[in-house]
Each structure stands twice: as C-alpha cells, then as structure tokens.
C-alpha cells in the first residue's frame, strides 16, 4: 500500500504562515482523491480541504480565503498553503488519500478516506 508522508508543521504566531507538504512514495500515485484533515485531542477529525485527480478542489466554509490546497504534479507532493494563522486552527493535520468519488468537504468527513499520513503537529501561539 502507499505510505503518505507529511511535513511542514511547527510553531508559529497567529497571523503567519505555513505550507504542509504530502509526499507519496510512488510517484504515479494518483487516487481519485486527495485531501488536509485536522483533528483536535477530544474531537472528531474533519476534512480542511480536498483537491481531485482532474485538480478541483473543495474546502471548509470556515477555511475558505485562508487555506489553499494544491499539487505539484511532476513531484506528486500534495500542499496546503495556510495563511493568517489563528489559534484555532492549532491540531494535528493528516495527510489523506480515497480511491473513491465524489471528492467534497462533506462526502469525505461522511465516508472517510483510504490511506492515511500520520500527521504533522501546527502550534499557532496568541
């Protein structure tokens, strides 16, 4: 099975910035669909952003304008771009990949992924 690797976490002030990387181990892997989870110590994890194989994207209402989701394709890494930083949005963030359609905020939060990273940690300090 793929193994998902992500990177790009840390600690920064509200208002910065970071850039999460997801990295596959095949190259080729395309699945259907990909995404950005986060999950908080207590709650359930939920889907940040998801991007398709035909590159179409959808986020969390309360992401949208801060969060970015992309990919390199020739390097086959999976981004998220975050921006204007609040505390809030302090968790673990997985990396996640489904073979399955359709690939929306709400149908993947429902009906999960396949392979998932084990997560890099964000800090995001008053």
């Known amino acids: 099975q793929v193994v998902l690797t992500e990177s790009g976490g840390g600690s920064v002030q509200a208002g910065g910035s970071l850039r999460l990387a997801c990295a596959s181990s095949?190259?080729?892997?395309?699945?259907?669909?990909m995404g950005w989870f986060r999950q908080v110590s207590g709650e359930e994890r939920e889907a940040v952003a998801v991007?398709?194989?035909?590159?179409?994207?959808d986020s969390a209402d309360s992401r949208k304008g801060r969060f970015t989701i992309s990919k390199d394709k020739p390097k086959n890494i999976l981004y998220l771009q975050m921006n204007n930083l609040t505390p809030e949005d302090s968790a673990m963030y997985y990396c996640?990949?489904?073979?399955?359609?359709?690939?929306?905020?709400?149908?993947?939060?429902?009906?999960?992924?396949?392979?998932w990273g084990k997560g890099t940690l964000v800090n995001v300090s008053a």
């Open positions: 095949h190259l080729l892997y395309n699945p259907d669909c």
């Open positions: 996640a990949a489904a073979g399955r359609t359709p690939c929306t905020v709400q149908a993947r939060n429902k009906y999960g992924m396949d392979v």
């Open positions: 991007i398709s194989k035909d590159g179409t994207t």
